[in-house]
């Protein structure tokens, strides 16, 4: 009972911070490991968690108008069938060199949230075109492939992507990157629901955790704005980048 409740707790503030900016799974994935669950069934419990977490998210931005529901329906399905596509390819990936490459893109993309004062914090989309809804489609393919096989980082490559090619502010790039990121996790999702890698005890009580924990965090996201979302984004890739350098050394 007071693993459950811990993890509870640990669900609750990831969901927080994941709503904010993304990284939530830093806490959430070495919480579970901590707990003695293997390594498989905490993925697979935390990806049940996230998706949940995610969707709550998604609803409470969506109620607020900072998800472009046109721009969703000709991302989404890009996102799924890289997503699928990731998964199917993760056998032939080496994972030490994606490390190194995912560290190198992370270190990029917290510099230059951190040194471009300006970058995110004003609302600059003028609508669809086809030059940045072909990027889109790109942006949202690749990053979903990214997800399928691999993952860490995805919200802030999302995030940034969004933000550099749709000119969003962070508040809305961090919605709309939550309605693209949540529909690929949810085709990893099925894949280990059906390889029974979740820990539903576990992850029922988690995932209500979580709900009232994103529900929180869109509330500070929507309120506080792009001010307080962008130190968030920045620590959090930081956090991640290190997370990944432990990995790629250990």
Not at 9 to 35: E, Q, S
């Amino acid at each position: 009972m007071f693993t459950i409740l811990l993890l509870c707790f640990a669900g609750f503030l990831a969901a927080i911070i994941d709503a904010i900016a993304g990284g939530g799974g830093l806490i959430t994935i070495p919480a579970y490991l901590m707990a003695g669950v293997p390594p498989h069934m905490a993925l697979g419990t935390n990806k049940l968690c996230a998706t949940c977490s995610s969707l709550t998210s998604c609803f409470n931005f969506a109620q607020s108008g900072k998800i472009n529901l046109k721009l969703f329906k000709i991302l989404a399905p890009f996102s799924l069938i890289g997503a699928i596509l990731g998964v199917n390819a993760v056998m032939g990936i080496d994972a030490n060199c994606l490390n190194i490459i995912v560290l190198i893109l992370l270190v990029i993309v917290a510099l230059f949230s951190l040194f471009s004062k300006n970058v995110g914090l004003k609302n600059n989309f003028h609508g669809l075109n086809k030059k940045n809804t072909l990027l889109g489609i790109f942006l949202s393919f690749s990053l979903g492939f990214y997800t399928g096989f691999f993952g860490p980082g995805t919200g802030a490559f999302m995030m940034i992507g969004l933000i550099g090619v749709f000119k969003f502010d962070f508040v809305g790039a961090s919605g709309n990157s939550k309605s693209l990121t949540t529909i690929s996790n949810m085709a990893s999702l099925i894949l280990f629901a059906f390889h029974r890698q979740i820990n539903y005890k576990l992850a029922i009580p988690v995932s209500l955790a979580m709900i009232i924990g994103a529900k929180l965090g869109t509330k500070i996201a929507l309120n506080k704005g792009s001010k307080v979302i962008k130190p968030v984004f920045t620590a959090i890739s930081i956090l991640i980048a290190i997370k990944v350098l432990y990995q790629t050394i250990a």
